[in-house]
């Protein structure tokens, strides 16, 4: 249906329920979030108004004629119905899954809109590596469909397996918060489809999700940990706000031999190296070597009694 509006006049306004979808044929318009005006302006050929009508949701935006326009719109029926016969119908399908995934949760309906038309589809088979430890990573990875096991390979070339992933969980994320190589691999359990954002697509759409992320992660690093595994997901997620995350540098010390032990540590990124002197030798012997979502400085806990070993990092 053709429309025509003059300058000034609102076309659609901010938290009225939409029941129309707009094409501008000509003139331009202004838009407005919050009272605040966008410097981004609606141009001939640009569509608006789509949002509240996938949704179901409030107008998110107001908008108003800059001059006299000429618009073209579908009604909600109409634009329903030619929805589910073309490809944004799978838009809106992706968005319904983006809902469900925890770390995308904090975003409103148009964010999650953009993240799904930017998404890209993989699909890999049983056993196959999706990401390879000590790869260079550029690519960020939400599941789809199916599983995955994320392993470890230790220096001996044993691959220790870490923790299982499946649908609507999300891996590759440090390799590009940190622009460091893959920490772990990655294997496909049986087929899995995989939507992926490259390096500029994820700080550019998830750059205000650190802080998510980083709770979800160290979640995952929990889960990992013998002691805690039993603890149900928001438990895992509660007791992420009650550790205390720190830093140490290659060579420092994180405990002592003999001191007073006052804290359990779970390594969530690095690896430490356990030592305990030996009276027979007369130096310190190396016990093992610690990564991500191991653990030690329970006994001291426990028993009260003095640190039995020291522990150094290895890697940052």
Known sequence: EKEEMLEGMVIIQQG?????????????A?????????????????????????W??????????????????????????????SSSNQTVQLCEFLQNVDLLKP???QETTKI??????????DGEYIIRQGDEGDVFYIIYKGSVICTKTEDDGHEREMITLGA????????????????????????????????????????????????ITTARVLKSVPLLSALSEEALYALTNIFTHKKYTEGEFVIKEGGEGD????????????????????????????????????IALLTRAP????????SE
């Open 307 to 314: 640190r039995t070993a020291t522990v150094t990092v290895v």
């Open 56 to 85: 179901n949701s409030p107008r998110a935006a107001t908008i108003v004629a800059m001059e006299d326009c000429i618009l073209w719109s579908l009604s909600r029926p109409l634009f329903r119905r030619l929805l589910a016969t």
């Open 168 to 215: 609507g969980d999300f891996f590759g994320e440090r390799a590009l918060q940190k622009k460091e190589p893959r920490a772990a691999n990655v294997i496909a359990c049986g087929e899995v489809e995989c939507f992926t954002l490259t390096l500029d697509q994820f700080n550019k759409l998830l750059g205000n999700l650190q802080d998510v992320i980083y709770h």
């Open 116 to 125: 799904a038309r930017a998404l890209k589809s993989e699909m890999h088979s």
């Open 107 to 109: 975003l409103g309906n």
């Open 30 to 54: 202004q838009i407005k979030v919050n009272g605040q005006t966008l410097e981004q302006t609606v141009k001939p050929g640009s569509a608006f108004g789509e949002l509240a009508l996938m």
């Open 263 to 298: 804290h359990f540590y779970v390594v969530h990124d690095g690896v430490v190296r356990v030592t305990q002197y030996s009276s027979s030798l007369g130096q310190s012997v190396e016990l093992d070597q610690l990564a991500s979502g191991q653990y030690f400085g329970e």
């Open 16 to 28: 009225d329920s939409g029941d129309k979808f707009y094409v501008l044929e000509h003139g331009s």
